[in-house]
């Protein structure tokens, strides 16, 4: 049974399980980036405080991380439709997992700024810098080794997700894993994607804590 | 001389859930230009807020600030960002950016304010001489000691060219040696660059080492203020005096009651007056105390004598030092 035939499917099994994490992991980060930013600087403590603003990203980012994804998922449908024009397939599952991914990442980035020593913003303050300026400057830069370690951390998780989406029409490696594990019954050819899937998680861990190692300049 | 810092009835209110503090009551103050202007308090005597009114940090409930006679609250966002530039600001814990160069670090203002990279890094490197640092320009905050970390802050703040420097316990997290040798930093800068410098501190000993003024602050209000020699010399509030005698330790087992802390200036201290004094009454006296401390290059020495029980005797020992031009203040139970 491992023909080429299998084989081929597992390779372009491990393609589209990228894709399907690598890009909505970058679409999520290009909203929930500045939601995450904005939640920072909108907060009680923040360098501009706006309490309405700070509210509204509050109330539905956690609305939205508290649906279960494959709930999220069907409720999406046609929303997904609209956007790519079929609700099944790689391509449209990156409108749910973008969707999925945004608010978490708008809190794992929220939570990373405000580590930032409160006495460097102020520093920075003192000096005339603007709001725009401590964002992109200080906080951006001071807290980068926790934002690598958070990216990492959703990569690994829009993955699981990636599978979770496998199981009701998407492609990918969790496609195959329920395919032939839970359908056809050939367990050999599911764990092999579980282990490819446990493997793919390990070499995005170890790339994301390399990278913010070498970009942390506190170490003596 | 229209005073670079004035302060006006400056009050300050934090509003917490169900209570209210008041942080300053009614402070006013004038600084000129060319000071070095300590403030000086307990913890939680509210000199850190009145220093963050003093460049809008903190915005005051009440009251005003004048820097260069302009009022700080009449300006835009924009126009208080650029006076910002002005005051340059060093802190207790440094406050660098960890994930920046040394150089890159002093580059910052320069950048905030449009520079060239390239200038910037030359002129950066002029700063970083001027605190003797320029060897680690290439190194990381978490490379230098505290001191080192100090010393990088001042040249950060000297690379916005400011008219005024506000430090904030800027020595309070460094060992006696290191903060010796970062007062006397400041001293130069004030000297070189006509900065002029506000230290806020609890201990007495910076002001007497760099301030040629100072404030006495407790609980908010504005207690005392004046030279450092005025008020070392004859400190009329309770809380200037507890904060002078600090360094005072108390020797145990005195039977006598009056105490007397007499202030030797420069021309008092060629005369042996004590020992003319005993000579004199043929009674001796106790020195619990004495000290010479450097107040802005003058030498003033000051001792506590404990004088005879026979209370005539001691009135006309008072009168005596009193008359040798010494500065002589009866301390209550000081024994």
Known sequence: MWDEKVIQMIIEGIGESLYMTLVPTLLGYVFGMPLGIVLTVTDQDGIRPNRAVYRVIDFISNIFRSIPFLILLILLIPLTKAIVGKSYGSTAMIVPLTIAAAPYIARLVESSLKEVDHGVVEAAQSMGAGTWTIVTRVLLTEARTSLIVNATIVTATILGYSAMAGAVGAGGLGAIAVRYGYNRYQPDIMIVTVVILVLLVQIMQGIGMMLSRKFDRRRT | ?335
Do not use: W
């Not at chain 2, 000199?47 to 915005?59: A, G, H, P, Q, Y």
């Not at chain 2, 978490?142 to 703040?157: D, M």
């Open chain 2, 1 to 335: 001389m229209e005073p670079i810092i004035r302060v006006v009835h400056l009050n300050k209110q934090f509003r917490g859930k169900d209570m209210e503090v008041q942080a300053l009551s009614d402070v006013s103050l004038d600084i000129n230009k060319g000071d070095i202007y300590g403030i000086i308090g307990m913890s939680g005597a509210g000199k850190s807020t009145l220093v963050r009114c003093l460049n809008f940090l903190e915005r005051p409930t009440d009251g005003s600030v004048y820097v260069e006679g302009k009022d700080l609250a009449s300006l835009t966002e924009k126009q208080l960002r650029e006076e910002r530039k002005n005051i340059g600001m060093i802190f207790q814990h440094f406050n660098l950016l960890m994930q920046r160069s040394v150089i890159d670090n002093v580059c910052f203002p320069m950048e905030i304010a449009g520079m060239k990279r390239a200038e910037a890094r030359k002129k950066a490197l002029d700063y970083l001489k001027i605190v003797g640092l320029e060897e680690k320009a290439q190194a990381y905050p978490a490379q230098l000691s505290g001191g080192q970390k100090q010393r990088v802050a001042i040249a950060r703040v000297l690379a916005s060219d400011p008219k005024i420097l506000l430090c904030d316990e800027a020595t309070s997290a460094l060992d006696p040696q290191t903060t010796k040798s970062i007062l006397q930093l400041l001293k130069e800068i004030n000297q070189k660059y006509g900065i002029t410098i506000v230290v806020i501190t609890h201990e007495m000993a910076v002001v007497q080492e760099i301030c040629s003024h100072v404030a006495i602050i407790d609980k908010g209000h504005l207690v005392e203020h004046g030279t450092v020699e005025e008020i070392f010399q004859a400190p009329k509030s309770r809380e200037a005096r507890k904060l002078i005698y600090q360094g005072c330790e108390k020797v145990a087992e005195m039977k006598g009651r009056r105490c007397v802390r007499i202030v030797f200036s420069e021309n008092s201290s060629f005369e042996p007056v004590i020992g003319n004094m005993v000579l004199a009454f043929k009674t001796p006296v106790n020195i619990l105390y004495a000290n010479t401390r450097d107040l802005d290059g003058v030498a003033k020495g000051e001792m506590i004598l404990q004088l005879p029980e026979d209370t005539i005797v001691a009135d006309k020992m008072i009168a005596y030092l009193q008359s040798a031009k010494l500065a002589v203040e009866e301390l209550k139970d000081y024994v």
